[in-house]
């Protein structure tokens, strides 16, 4: 039997990756994200699994596990260390809905053999922790699939790394995703470094100001970054319970203040601070701040309010005009603290070029065509698969001719 292959979902939007890969002995499939518009794609049927069929996550991100409440409890479920941790605690605090599948943990560099097909999974860098790459062998074909990746994160190392062993590895298939392709033109990408460095400039040209933090809740490195800087400079960082308690379990640290008025479970009492007090020196606060309790900038006179890839994310989700009006209304001036989790446009082609795939497969994009086009215009062999078609090495060979002819 030959390999077969299907891309589920994640081929013309971003998230929602599904591809299953069945080979006479065993079934894998990576990553399980939510599906928000049928036509983007569909779940794998799981109604009759087979005793060798596994799901492998690239990252805790929801468009890559938003759909794992649905896997039925005989299928396993792989994912890094760091993210098995993370998911424990994205429960614990109520941003994860529990499921009935089994959740395993796997190290970096290991191989996990479901039937006849090995997978090892790599570690990588994207915005949020345990964030892996996964080179996938089968029978007759060998796959690298990248997740979300950036090359101007924390730790492009190991991105590098990977990707060295990858173009020895001899794929003959890239999964690459595609995000900074799907606008008209790049979006301004502010490296997370830099971002560290305009936080500091920030800290230092606003003593006198309260400043209000709305980071992604999932991002703990970045939050813990960022407080450590504040209280460099002689400012605690105040947060909110469920954030506390990630800094804490993912990042073993405390050294940060709570607010009482939100921890109606009494977590945090040896670390309460209450809104009088900050209101009394709002210049020695950091107060990190969801867009549910945005209603906290009444309490000041002015202030900055710092947005940090929190939620909500941009101008397309309607919440966001809900939170300008309060900024505007609290008189607070509104900062771009933002740092994309994704490869530049240059980043992608450079990845590509490095792996040297038989065939480079753009996806998790709204525009895979434009990455296609610019792969190969630097002589990279692309193709754009279609949704529920079944694939084998062969035909995929055949299709990826006729795209790049």
Sequence with gaps: MMVDFQFM?????????????CSERGRVIFDY?????????????LSSPTENTAIFISHLHIDHIGSLKYVPKEVPIYMSQASYILYHQLVEVGEEFPIVASVYPIAYQETIEIGDIQVIAKQSDHDIRGASAFFVETPDVKFVYSGDVRLTGNDPESVEEWLEEANKF?????????????????????????????????????PLDVIFLNPYIRATERLLNLSK???AVGR?????????????????YNDTYVLQELDAEGLFKDRWINLAAIQKQPAQYVVQNSFENRSLMDRFDSGIYGHSNGEPLGDYDERYEKLLETIEANH???????????????????????????????????????????LTRMGI??????????????????????ENQ
Excluded: C
Excluded at 179 to 198: C, G, N, Q
Excluded at 342 to 359: C, F, P, R
């Design 236 to 252: 605690d960082m105040v947060l909110e319970p469920q954030y506390a308690q990630l800094l804490k379990e993912i990042e073993n």
């Design 229 to 231: 800087q504040a209280k």
């Design 381 to 402: 062999v692309s193709m754009l698969p279609e949704l529920d078609v079944v694939y084998s090495i062969n035909r995929l060979n055949q299709a990826s001719l006729g």
């Design 332 to 374: 607070f001036v509104l900062e771009n603290l933002n740092s994309g989790g994704h490869a530049t446009q240059e980043d992608l082609i450079k990845i590509a070029q490095t792996v040297d795939a038989k065939v480079t497969i753009p996806w998790h994009s709204f525009k895979p065509e434009a990455l296609a086009e610019a």
């Design 9 to 21: 979902s994640g081929l013309n939007t971003i998230g929602g990756n599904i591809i299953d890969i």
């Design 170 to 206: 001899r794929p003959d298939l890239l999964l690459l995703e595609g995000t900074t392709f799907s606008f008209e033109e790049e979006r301004e990408h502010v490296p997370e470094k830099a971002l560290y460095i305009y936080w500091q400039e920030l800290l230092k040209n606003n």
């Design 33 to 45: 994200g939510e599906i928000l518009d049928p036509t983007t794609g569909s779940l794998p049927d």
